[in-house]
């Protein structure tokens, strides 16, 4: 017997429980339902501005189907808030094309459009491009599931290339 060396005994040992713990992962993991994804958003209609739009915001989940947070905000040059409307928006209303900032009805106004899919994550209002962007946080099911798969032969691999380089040295 070899000592000081991984055994094949002991290798394989390695393996089967690396297969085993990511198996048991990936079976354990399930990501939630359509239906069950609920959110939340500050939602108001024509507010002067933020503070007004948050104070009198009404707290309650967005209906199904609606899976994003959506602040269309008016200013002026200098950056003086016109317009706040804070809403409950469903995907279409939220692609990358639709957010960002754009000329409004005049000139002197800008009219940035943000959106996000996380809890209360339309606090604050886009002033320009830099925050007027599209959060989405959510992956599809099938990105997860190739996620998982990933991170089985990432062990997999990590595993044989550990004993081949052991095995090698010694």
């Known amino acids: 017997m ?7 005994a002991i290798f394989i040992m ?8 990511c198996w048991s992962a990936r079976v354990r993991y399930k990501p939630p339902l359509e239906e069950e994804w609920e959110i939340t958003c500050f939602t108001c209609q024509d507010a002067a501005n933020n503070s007004i739009c948050n104070r ?14 959506q602040t ?3 200013l002026t040059e200098d950056g003086t808030s016109i317009l706040v409307n804070k809403k409950c928006a ?5 692609r990358p094309r639709d957010v960002g900032c754009f ?6 106004h800008t009219v940035c459009v943000s959106c996000c899919d996380i809890q209360y994550c339309n606090d604050y209002i886009p002033m320009n491009g830099s925050s007027a962007v ?4 959510r992956f599809s099911s099938s990105a997860k599931n190739s996620l998982n798969y990933f991170h089985f032969y990432l062990v997999i ?5 550990m004993h081949f380089s052991l095995y090698t040295i010694l």
């Open 2 to 8: 070899m000592s000081g060396c991984l055994t094949p």
């Open 14 to 21: 390695c393996v089967l429980n690396a297969i085993n713990f």
């Open 56 to 69: 009198f915001a009404i707290d309650r989940p967005c209906p199904k189907g609606t899976d994003f947070c």
């Open 72 to 74: 269309l905000h008016v």
């Open 90 to 94: 469903v995907r279409t209303e939220c």
């Open 103 to 108: 000329e409004g009805s005049t000139p002197e």
């Open 134 to 137: 599209l959060i989405n946080t």
């Open 157 to 161: 691999f990590l595993t044989f290339s």
